[in-house]
């Protein structure tokens, strides 16, 4: 994590973090003014809430309350050496909690990382750059093993080059472009099966997670998906780039071409083929105003369209940027050391998303990898037992559906929860395929975040639900149906083996492909230095709906950006407008703006926070419209999951706007308690809204320049060097065409 330092007056100090500030100060004796905890009190106070939110893990897994469990900390100082401190901490437990819990919150509060980094003894490395900013040394803390001088060259199957050079190439590769890469969390929590969770230090939204056998295989997988991901623009996928990039010769790459709609919003010529057109239009619906790009929202510059390779016969087809961004996330997209790699990396991934769903869909009973063919990967099977001496009974299942798919299945089932979880993978080899399957099952996640999964279902229609496989797809948090434990397997099992060279096995992925009547359309990416393709396989590849092109576009964006960016310059008539559109669209008011937007704001913030019941009333309360505004509060306060300042900023709204309308009550009896229940600053802004004299309490005026939106702001710095890297291997100019 990049921690930034700014020197305010005297010794006052700001650090400011992902979304966060911390301020610091002295204590008056040490000629601070004593406005702030000073760094080392923050540092001691960090040990005990790291404690304490481990204490607090282990009781919400069990459902054991904590409103009667105190936790303290002491340090008490050798006074030979102040350097020498035993930190002391105890904590208080109630007496119906038993003797087993009471062992296993010691046992969590002894995992605390803050005290783990301490015991290890941190390494302090201190030096002098020209400039911060363009600072662009890689900040990945985890080494090879062996990196004692002597030249490693790790080679593991799939790789077309040794770890080692993989991880310098990519790492350099990140540093050209001026991107600080951090390590954020290391996981090993079963023997061969390591994680990490990477990011750009100064945009945290751009990160990534790896997974592998070894530290350095992991290590590859984050920075490979971290290229890939840029290559892809996927990190920016629904934001908005802003003015300056929306009029830019070039949005999104230098070969992308625009098309402008019909006169009667028909689809233009010149994108997409018959093919396609079957599967994403097939009753003569999609217009043209649909696939308008949410992230340059150009409406009067048109659709901008991405090139793809037809691999049956080499044609160029042009795919809307619209369309990729609202159905296919981040499936068929891979980064390699060559580009046969890649293809593999990208198709494998694609077969295995496409697999499972039909698995899960269907509701098919996979059968087991027989223990005689687990015993010949040691390694993986040590994995598997260390899981099982958890206490997760875990089914290793053949997913090849018969010998057909290069897929695997790794399930867990959690005991203490009734939760599972179903894993797969995909790889011409069995071998690899069986690995990235555990592997991905503990991606990320502690023996605690197992507890996090539902529990099977008979329900057909709940798991064959499209956002169920839109939750697999995500986070593989989805429903798993009974059915799909049975011991009767509804297919045999297959040893099966679909591996050769990268090239052979890429060959093999398309082959199978073609064998099943699809057609695959390809991009290919090396301006950063390394190959990235992505491949488009319409009517099997997509995450979303193709229904959501029309019903559920991103680009509903566009309907909405300027009139929220611009809310506090609205006049009345604008914000009824933009009301009455907000009431007659379909959009869920649970919807954060955020989200409906494409825009970030700091989630610590009011806007943050916003949803579009929360915009909704706001306008009623500007508008005087008190009776809607009273109807929105009720529902705000049912359904409210915001912070409790907020909340009872409601709950003062709600109060006044009762007594408001009632003849027989008068708001000056009740505001001198309504102040002390409150508070008088936040009556202040209550009374001020509800009079019209305070307008959209707790929201910063911005703009469509997006005008004090430090984060998204981030992100956009980040998109700009990756624009700004394309235009200059291309010859165009990165600025307003």
């Not at 997509?542 to 609205?570: F, G, M, Q, S």
């Not at 003062?652 to 309504?674: I, T």
């Amino acid at each position: 994590m990049e921690i930034n330092v700014n020197f305010l007056e005297n010794l006052r100090l700001e650090a400011k973090f992902d979304d966060f500030t911390v301020i610091t100060d002295q204590p008056i004796r040490y000629k601070g003014d004593g406005s702030a905890p000073s760094p080392f009190d923050y540092f001691l106070a960090s040990s005990a809430l790291c404690a304490a939110y481990f204490v607090r893990v282990y009781c919400l897994a069990r459902d054991i309350p904590t409103e009667n469990i105190r936790l303290s900390q002491n340090n008490i100082v050798d006074p030979e050496n102040r350097y020498n401190q035993i930190f002391k901490i105890q904590v208080e437990l109630p007496e119906d909690i038993s003797d087993k819990d009471r062992q296993g919150i010691l046992r969590a509060i002894d995992r605390c990382t803050v005290k783990k980094v301490v015991q290890a003894g941190p390494e302090f490395q201190i030096e002098t750059v020209e400039n911060l900013d363009e600072d662009a040394q890689a900040l990945l803390m985890g080494k090879p093993e062996g990196e004692g001088g002597e030249k490693n060259s790790t080679w593991i199957e799939g790789k077309d080059l040794p770890l080692e050079q993989t991880i310098a190439n990519m790492s350099g590769i990140l540093a050209g472009l001026g991107m600080k890469i951090e390590i954020a969390s290391w996981r090993n929590i079963v023997p061969h099966v390591w994680s990490l969770h990477i990011r750009d230090a100064a945009s945290p939204m751009c990160f990534t997670n790896g997974k592998g056998a070894t530290k350095e295989s992991a290590l590859c997988s984050a920075l490979g998906e971290f290229i890939e991901r840029l290559s892809c623009n996927f990190f920016y996928n629904d934001q908005f780039f802003g003015e300056e990039i929306a009029g830019s010769a070039f949005v999104h790459y230098p070969n992308e071409e625009w098309f402008q709609p019909g006169p009667n919003d028909e689809l233009p010529a010149g994108i997409l083929d018959d093919h396609c057109l079957a599967i994403y239009d097939p009753y003569d619906e999609l217009c043209g105003s649909h696939l308008i790009d949410t992230n340059s929202g150009n409406v009067a510059r048109g659709i901008v369209a991405l090139p793809f390779v037809r691999q049956s016969d080499g044609e160029t087809v042009y795919f809307p940027s619209n369309l990729i961004e609202n159905l296919f996330l981040s499936n068929g997209m891979s980064a390699g050391n060559t580009l046969h790699e890649a293809q593999v990396q990208c198709l494998s991934e694609i077969f295995e998303r496409a697999v499972k769903k039909q698995i899960l869909e269907e509701e098919i009973a996979l059968p087991d990898v027989p223990m005689a063919v687990l015993e010949q990967y040691p390694d993986i099977l040590e994995g598997i037992q260390a899981l099982e001496r958890q206490g997760f009974p875990v089914l290793v299942k053949d997913a090849s559906l018969g010998g057909q798919f290069p897929v695997m299945c790794v399930t867990l089932m959690n005991p203490r929860t009734g939760g599972v979880f179903a894993s797969f993978g995909a790889h011409p080899s069995f071998e690899v395929a069986l690995e990235r399957s555990l592997t991905e099952l503990l991606q990320g996640r502690s023996f605690e975040g197992l507890n996090d999964f539902p529990p099977p279902t008979f329900n057909s229609q709940a798991v064959a639900e499209p956002n169920n496989y839109v939750e697999h797809f995500i986070d593989s948090s989805g429903l798993v149906s009974w059915r799909f434990f049975s011991a009767k397997a509804d297919v045999e099992f297959a040893e099966w083996d679909f591996s050769g060279t990268n090239a052979e096995e890429a060959a093999t992925l398309f082959g199978i492909l073609e064998e099943m009547g699809l057609e695959a359309y390809m991009a290919v990416h090396e301006d950063l230095g390394a190959p990235v393709c992505r491949i488009l396989v319409p009517g099997y590849s997509e995450v979303y709906p193709v229904d959501d092109l029309i019903w559920d576009n991103t680009n509903k964006a566009l309907d909405y950006r300027e009139d929220i960016l611009n809310l506090h310059a609205l006049s009345d008539d604008r914000l009824a407008d933009l009301l009455e559109r907000l009431e007659e669209s379909q959009i869920d008011d649970h919807m954060d703006i955020i989200t409906l937007i494409g825009v970030e704001f700091d989630e610590n913030t009011v806007w943050g926070q916003l949803t579009v019941l929360e915009l909704k009333l706001l306008i009623y309360l500007a508008l005087q419209r008190h009776e809607e505004a009273l109807e929105r509060v009720e529902m705000f306060l049912q359904y409210n999951d915001n912070t409790v300042e907020r909340g009872l900023f409601y709950q003062a709204v709600r109060a006044v706007l009762e007594v408001v309308p009632d003849d027989e009550l008068a708001l000056e009896d009740y505001l001198h308690n309504f102040r002390r229940m409150f508070g008088g600053e936040t009556m202040a802004a209550v009374v001020g809204s509800v009079q019209g004299e305070v307008r959209f309490h707790g929201l910063t005026p911005t703009n469509m320049r997006l005008e004090g939106l430090e984060k998204h702001q981030r992100l956009i710095e980040s998109y700009k060097k990756l624009h700004a890297h394309r235009a200059a291997r291309s010859g165009m100019a990165a600025s307003t065409a």
